[in-house]
């Protein structure tokens, strides 16, 4: 396939449009950024929240900072990755979706990540843990502004495959850890399987205690992407937490992640770098419940989304909003909650502001997420954003206006049939945070005025597909580069 | 619309390519070849299979040759009848459903069936029964190989329109029988309604002794199909077996259609030429289940899958499964029972295969069934096919590989809704023969690297029918012969 003028544009514009355009800090006075992701999080999964398992970690963490009730991500594991990498939707860049094992996947290469624009800013990068938006060489974090890392290019449902009785390595390939260094093809290590997943995120927090112990210096600033794996199915816990909480594996779990979040943010206090230091804690997706008669014990069906409806691969509210939460100690006020709507989109933007780079930022793409900083630094009341479009997949399923929650498509749960119903339905999510009453119907159409901005932000955004076309999955671009 | 290149290229190869290309037997070697189809028939539908009226021809001839446990077929009536004459994917000849009566339908003009194929070797060959792939005149048996043919060129459904007291000719066209013979366009006869259907089989059952008898003098030998329509609604039985089995219509077809094979098999007998004479017996489609309260007595709703789930239109194994067997005395070892992996889409190839036709096979189009000669001969253990790609209409319903079935889209009946999951469904079905306990959802995403070969599979597909555009349902080629 022949490439879009516009790709071409963007391949050989990118190094003119790199040159630093706006003002930026100091070196030494620019933050470090960590980004703490956790897989398949439910929003009711932390004690400030509804968990009767305590998570203390977190807890201080977000009393230290702002905590977001209404932050909205994408639906899985993939699509967020690439959102947060991006500040662009997902479906623009080939990755709305989790490629299924043996199609072909990956951010498309001339995305330019937040650890791109943070690298060509001066910062050191590395990435430890889960990456899950490319798993064929060329496309790892290495080749997308990573320094170095270490971890799975898939999705943890890999460190099941082997243990099927079915499993043939003939056929599918056997998952592996993976690592690389930025200029050279990553490369895979041990095989990732169940023992591999029992102490990844153990792993995963050793590496990182270990970065920051080198990179507490004060020279340049690093950027640092943790991708913690638990959560997500397979259910196993390291041997430390094993029954901890005498409720199961998904709690213990609970006592897995807090204790890992806690030596990294002990490990900022003890270098002495926690004021320096930008810490987002968010998760990836809705929880994902499993279907009751699963193999798990205590009849678990996955996490809690608090009192949302729904869950992972949902446009209900249970699939949008995480637990999620930033720190920058004396710059964002502590222990500020928002119900304001914010989307894991802003991230990037966000992000390339308060660190001073925002003249990084290209602008030959378009890109949605907006610049949240003023908000985070308590300048402005309100949010930037008033409305989340929400794919899943291909498929606008809903978007979220104000209040108002409209839905075209639906899906109960994670593993759910999807309908479409005749009229779009309309939830009041303030009023009805379980999305029970349904208005359109139910008021004889009183609310159907909602298309109104529901329809221009729909034809606005297709406005910019055209001018933009999306990248298809998987999309080959080998000939072009 | 325009020929395609793939097309037109068709159109003026093929009499260059039918040239024999490869080694034959002596023609007088060569085995008749008789297709014993019954229409809408269930997997247990027979006395071997599970069903408490008795069924002994059939079973006597499953004694006598090799009975397939895991012969899969299309899943409906169109596209099976087409897979058998073409050894192609019905989507790719515009037969992957049932047209409405109305719509344009029946296999491209172009296709070289089983029957074209036989008749260059110098076989015989007619059809008595049902055709139903292709009902326009130009798109008959006698237009696709038969020497002669006489049967309904539509499905059974039409025996029972001009009963329904809405019935206009003037706005419908009242369904006929039709014969015809090879070089001049078949023609219409009797109506065919209620009182033709319920002596149809007899009828079909006469002329095929009869045929049996004409031929069997050893000159050249013979193809001969029989479309049974017995077993698809409308229910009506012949007179000597109505009420027969004290049980309702639905048994007292068994009686009926055991009876009718029997004396086919029987004057092979009395004419000499069992021996020399290949006999398969299949269904074309799960049976089709209608829903409670269809009219008919005793609370019949349709026939038996045996142990398994779903049924006609669905992509459950019920769906996919029939009664099958093959004879061939003294070649095909007696007795002998598998569960490998069979398709309908194999019997082409594996036809020409045995009668010693190969090299007449076209190699300018894809051919989706593999031979399974050596597999039936009993040179080999294992079946030559270990997936089948199932389409309901346009869509891939869902992909077995192995012990292993995908699911994408799912249908619980004949007449059920259609959903679509957000992840696939995976069963293991030869453990669990009824799909019911889901391994993708219930083992927390562990068997998720079946997408792997699978994966493969339909991106192998989508490949081969760019490089060969599907033709569409009923597609009008009439500009271009």
Redesign the interface.
Known sequence: MKPTIHQMILRFALPILLLPLGPALAQTDRPNVIYLLVDNWGWGDISLQGSTVPTPEIDALAAEGIRFLNFNIENQCTPTRSAIHTGRLPIRSGTQKVA????PDGLAPWEYTIAELLSDAGYKTALFGKWHIGSQVGRHPSDQGYDEWWGINE????A??T??P??DPQ???VPHFWEGKKGAPSYETEPYNIAGKTTFDRNITDRAVNYIGRHSNGEDPFFLYVGFTQFH???VIHPDFEGISGAGNYSDIKYEVDHNIGRILDTLDESGIADNTIVILTGDNGPGT??Q????ATGEVGGSTGPWRGSL??GFEGGLRTPAMVRWPGKIPAGFVTDEIVSVLDVYPTLANLVGESGRIPNDRPIDGVDQSSFLLGKQAKSNREHVVTF?GDDVFAVKWRDLKVHFIT?EA?????KRTTFPQVYNIKEDPAEQFELWGNEGFAHAWVMTPVTKILSDLTQSMTAFPNIKPGQDFSGYE
Chains 1, 2 share one sequence.
């Open positions: 299924a094992p043996g199609e999705g943890s449902n890999a099941a495959y243990a099927t079915e499993f056929v599918a390939a199915p397979p259910w499993l279907p008669g699963n193999g798990y691969s949902t899943v899906a994670t593993f759910s049939e999807i």
